[in-house]
């Protein structure tokens, strides 16, 4: 899905392109052994004075799942994100969710480990795109 990604974007069709995140994210996931995420895409990114927001991690609730959401459009010119700043995106989000779930961290913060796996996962996607898992 990671190799698809880029025409999917393209395409610029919100369903289509959730549907691919949510399948790299239930990939992701099941290779690290950990509760899946529900993945919504949204079209253009909310903004203000300090800039736009790319995405967002909610953890769950005891009666819920935990919700990652991204956006697919740049806030000004309404432009398509880049595919690799998608998947970074949604792959800083996942880091969110392994924080509290992995590590059970009672806090996620952006830390410099948190940025090193950030990487690291991105570093696995791109080396083995065609991989099922």
Request: aromatic share 6%.
């Amino acid at each position: 899905m990671v190799a698809e990604l880029p025409v999917v974007l393209a395409a610029g069709r919100c369903p289509a392109v959730e549907n691919a995140a949510q399948r790299i994210a239930d990939g992701v996931c099941r290779a690290l052994d950990v509760s899946g995420v529900r993945v919504r895409v949204r079209a253009r990114r909310p903004h203000n004075a300090h800039g736009e927001l790319h995405g967002l991690y909610v953890p769950g609730t005891p009666s819920g799942r935990s919700e990652v959401t991204l956006w697919m459009l740049t806030a000004k010119r309404g432009d398509v994100v880049k595919p690799r700043t998608f998947l970074r995106t949604l792959l800083h989000e996942l880091c969110h969710h392994f924080d509290y779930t992995c590590l059970r961290l009672r806090e996620s913060l952006h830390t410099q480990g948190f940025y090193q796996r950030e990487s690291g996962l991105l570093a696995a996607l791109e080396a083995h795109p065609a991989d099922p898992a």
